[in-house]
């Protein structure tokens, strides 16, 4: 059932009748939500057992296969003031809190047993600050509706690469982002914060008001012990001419392409992304089962005009890359839309299911590695693919954040379902893939991690030493565990 405040009040009556009726048992259940101030949530809220409830949790994550844990009430806030309600609520009735954005992550974690989900997508402000180049935004604004909003003012930010992908959950893990390797990963342009404290209490948070809380947010991902109202973030001056080559390339030049990668990687500018995708991608035009299997390489640069952008793809231009594909498609001219409608591809299906990534410093061992076991022991989705990410971490001063970029480079892979059938297969092949990788693996990535499979690497998520400043900083901020911690964590 679903409850506005004005169903909530005339519900209430219909309770306060009941109550005169004799029926104390619902009477002192209305009592004491009333009591808890619930009733003044202007948004929806859902409870186990109404008969709509199913429809509302399975919407909750955006993959096509959900998890099977029941959060005992979903409230949907409306506003900044529902939240604050919504933990109050939380705390004194003992339900543990979930947040959710917008419920991409591959965790899922936002779907707990019992306790509160608190869905904080209807939260889509955004106020840009044209002049100081910042902007105040709310977590459930998606990536590419921001970057809509910031564009025509003349700024940029490292949004996700696909479009639909919220800033709440996307932030708070890390942010791989548009230039990343120039605008460096997006928690760490989160220049200040307000958050709901399990207290209740709204804290402002930046680099000289409660600044552990603005290292924790800067990474901490989907274990963080608060729910964040709106983040304040620093913006980019805008890419001029966004420019970028694709080539496609045949899987048995694997090691030649890898080789070629490298070479590109050492002479790129930062304002340069590659990133190297491995999957069943050629002929384009047939059915994913009917293709084969290719490396895919996007070659993009951010130049403050098309000179500069043609003269930042110059190291691919030359590369033997060019000769060695099957398909190219060079220095196409894109704007912002174009560019995230092209990411809108089997990558961003929701038919994912079993995926894991790594940072490390061996990206053409690892980024090969992967791709022979595609070839040996094909996944049982024909859209599942590998990408990695090269040079893209050029500061590696972690300080002042909490999230732990292990080394310059990222892979990451993603294992599709057609069916549930594919799901424990997929897992099987995740497992083993895993091993595989260990000699490469110098971190995991925690936007893109599973806790729940692997529990005992979350620690190697953030490193020890901020791993355990993480926990002591949990029980500074919420001694009685009202939010969640990871998924799987004990
Ligand atoms: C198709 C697709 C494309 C992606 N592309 C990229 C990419 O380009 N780069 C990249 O880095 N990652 C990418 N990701 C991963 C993505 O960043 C993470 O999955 C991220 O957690 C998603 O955020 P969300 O708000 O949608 O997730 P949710 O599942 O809603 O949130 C994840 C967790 O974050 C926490 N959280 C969310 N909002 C708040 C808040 N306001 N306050 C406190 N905690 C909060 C909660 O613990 C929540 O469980 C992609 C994922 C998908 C599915």
Same mark, same amino acid.
């Given at each position: 059932?679903?409850?506005?405040?004005?169903?909530?009040?005339?519900?209430?009556?219909?309770?306060?009748?009941?109550?005169?009726?004799?029926?104390?048992?619902?009477?002192?259940?209305?009592?004491?939500?009333?009591?808890?101030?619930?009733?003044?949530?202007?948004?929806?809220?859902?409870?186990?057992?109404?008969?709509?409830?199913?429809?509302?949790?399975?919407?909750?994550?955006?993959?096509?296969?959900?998890?099977?844990?029941?959060?005992?009430?979903?409230?949907?806030?409306?506003?900044?003031?529902?939240?604050?309600?919504?933990?109050?609520?939380?705390?004194?009735?003992?339900?543990?809190?979930?947040?959710?954005?917008?419920?991409?992550?591959?965790?899922?974690?936002?779907?707990?047993?019992?306790?509160?989900?608190?869905?904080?997508?209807?939260?889509?402000?955004?106020?840009?600050?044209?002049?100081?180049?910042?902007?105040?935004?709310?977590?459930?604004?998606?990536?590419?509706?921001?970057?809509?909003?910031?564009?025509?003012?003349?700024?940029?930010?490292?949004?996700?690469?696909?479009?639909?992908?919220?800033?709440?959950?996307?932030?708070?893990?890390?942010?791989?982002?548009?230039?990343?390797?120039?605008?460096?990963?997006?928690?760490?342009?989160?220049?200040?914060?307000?958050?709901?404290?399990?207290?209740?209490?709204?804290?402002?948070?930046?680099?000289?008001?409660?600044?552990?809380?603005?290292?924790? #947010?800067?990474?901490?991902?989907?274990?963080?012990?608060?729910?964040?109202?709106?983040?304040?973030?620093?913006?980019?001056?805008?890419?001029?001419?966004?420019?970028?080559?694709?080539?496609?390339?045949?899987?048995?030049?694997?090691?030649?392409?890898?080789?070629?990668?490298?070479?590109?990687?050492?002479?790129?500018?930062?304002?340069?992304?590659?990133?190297?995708?491995?999957?069943?991608?050629?002929?384009?035009?047939?059915?994913?089962?009917?293709?084969?299997?290719?490396?895919?390489?996007?070659?993009?640069?951010?130049?403050? $005009?098309?000179?500069?952008?043609?003269?930042?793809?110059?190291?691919?231009?030359?590369?033997?890359?060019?000769?060695?594909?099957?398909?190219?498609?060079?220095?196409?001219?894109?704007?912002?839309?174009?560019?995230?409608?092209?990411?809108?591809?089997?990558?961003?299906?929701?038919?994912?299911?079993? #995926?894991?990534?790594?940072?490390?410093?061996?990206?053409?061992?690892?980024?090969?590695?992967?791709?022979?076991?595609?070839?040996?022991?094909?996944?049982?989705?024909?859209?599942?693919?590998?990408?990695?990410?090269?040079?893209?971490?050029?500061?590696?001063?972690?300080?002042?954040?909490?999230?732990?970029?292990?080394?310059?480079?990222?892979? $990451?892979?993603?294992?599709?379902?057609?069916?549930?059938?594919?799901?424990?297969?997929?897992?099987?092949?995740?497992?083993?893939?895993?091993?595989?990788?260990?000699?490469?693996?110098?971190?995991?990535?925690?936007?893109?991690?599973?806790?729940?499979?692997?529990?005992?690497?979350?620690?190697?998520?953030?490193?020890?030493?901020?791993?355990?400043?993480?926990?002591?900083?949990?029980?500074?901020?919420?001694?009685?565990?009202?939010?969640?911690?990871?998924?799987?964590?004990?």
């Amino acid at each position: 059932m679903m409850f506005t405040r004005r169903s909530f009040l005339s519900r209430m009556v219909s309770g306060l009748s009941l109550m005169c009726a004799g029926a104390m048992g619902a009477s002192a259940a209305i009592a004491k939500t009333v009591a808890s101030g619930l009733h003044r949530i202007s948004g929806v809220i859902i409870r186990r057992g109404d008969s709509n409830y199913e429809l509302w949790r399975s919407s909750m994550v955006w993959y096509i296969f959900k998890p099977d844990r029941y959060p005992d009430t979903i409230i949907r806030a409306q506003s900044e003031q529902d939240v604050i309600q919504a933990v109050n609520h939380a705390r004194e009735q003992g339900l543990k809190v979930a947040t959710r954005a917008t419920g991409h992550n591959p965790a899922r974690g936002c779907l707990r047993n019992g306790g509160m989900l608190l869905d904080l997508s209807r939260l889509r402000e955004v106020e840009i600050d044209a002049d100081a180049g910042t902007a105040w935004v709310q977590p459930g604004i998606r990536s590419e509706d921001f970057i809509k909003i910031t564009h025509p003012q003349g700024w940029a930010f490292p949004a996700a690469h696909t479009g639909i992908v919220g800033l709440g959950g996307y932030l708070i893990g890390g942010g791989l982002g548009w230039n990343m390797s120039d605008w460096d990963i997006a928690c760490r342009s989160i220049i200040g914060a307000e958050i709901v404290m399990a207290d209740g209490g709204r804290l402002t948070v930046s680099a000289t008001e409660n600044p552990d809380l603005l290292w924790a #947010i800067r990474g901490a991902g989907p274990g963080f012990f608060g729910a964040v109202l709106r983040y304040k973030l620093k913006l980019f001056p805008t890419a001029q001419a966004i420019i970028k080559s694709k080539y496609l390339v045949p899987i048995d030049k694997m090691p030649y392409l890898t080789k070629v990668l490298e070479e590109i990687t050492a002479a790129k500018d930062r304002r340069l992304e590659i990133i190297a995708v491995v999957g069943r991608f050629f002929p384009p035009d047939e059915p994913p089962a009917r293709r084969d299997l290719v490396g895919a390489v996007s070659a993009i640069a951010f130049g403050r $005009s098309r000179e500069d952008g043609l003269a930042l793809l110059e190291p691919v231009a030359r590369s033997a890359l060019p000769a060695m594909s099957i398909l190219k498609k060079e220095d196409a001219l894109l704007s912002w839309s174009e560019l995230y409608a092209g990411q809108e591809t089997d990558h961003s299906s929701p038919n994912r299911t079993a #995926i894991h990534n790594i940072w490390t410093d061996k990206p053409a061992e690892g980024l090969l590695a992967l791709a022979e076991r595609m070839q040996e022991v094909p996944p049982r989705s024909p859209r599942s693919f590998v990408l990695s990410a090269w040079g893209i971490n050029q500061s590696r001063d972690d300080s002042d954040s909490s999230l732990r970029y292990a080394a310059d480079h990222y892979i $990451s892979w993603y294992q599709m379902a057609e069916t549930a059938d594919d799901i424990e297969p997929n897992f099987k092949w995740l497992d083993e893939s895993v091993e595989l990788m260990q000699p490469y693996t110098r971190g995991h990535y925690i936007n893109e991690f599973n806790s729940m499979r692997f529990p005992a690497a979350l620690e190697v998520c953030f490193g020890t030493e901020n791993w355990k400043r993480l926990g002591e900083l949990r029980r500074k901020y919420d001694p009685k565990g009202v939010f969640h911690g990871y998924l799987g964590q004990t």
